[in-house]
């Protein structure tokens, strides 16, 4: 089965910012980033597609929060710029290894990351 990796959490002051990694143990046709704050239900990041390259970013973070990948290692990076204290989450990541489909926010993905907290201070 495919398991992700995830690191690059941190503790950063408003303004600043930090680099999430997702590496996963086979190749993936997507990765998603989500992120979930206490007291609040699970919100969509970001979903990338390995085959074309191609990003899509939530309202959110939209501007400050950019997608990149390393191919040869199976790694998606999420850069997080400009970050603010309501970007304070545990930041998870998700993948699917199935081509062909599109990768929502809202499907059941079946592979999950273990999750990085990223909490930000003004």
């Known amino acids: 089965q495919v398991q992700l990796a995830e690191s690059g959490g941190g503790s950063v002051q408003a303004g600043g910012s930090l680099r999430l990694s997702c590496t996963a143990s086979k190749n993936q046709y997507c990765f998603l980033w989500f992120r979930q704050a206490p007291g609040k239900e699970r919100e969509g990041v970001s979903v990338?597609?390995?085959?074309?390259?191609?990003?899509y970013l939530d309202d959110s973070v939209r501007g400050r929060f950019t997608i990149s990948h390393d191919h040869s290692r199976n790694t998606s990076y999420l850069q997080m710029n400009s970050l603010e204290s309501e970007d304070t989450a545990m930041y998870y990541c998700?993948?699917?290894?199935?081509?062909?489909?599109?990768?929502?926010?809202?499907?059941?993905?079946?592979?999950w990351g273990q999750g990085t907290q990223v909490t930000v201070s003004s």
């Open positions: 998700a993948s699917r290894e199935t081509t062909g489909i599109v990768c929502r926010f809202e499907d059941r993905l079946p592979t």
């Open positions: 990338f597609y390995t085959d074309t390259n191609t990003t």
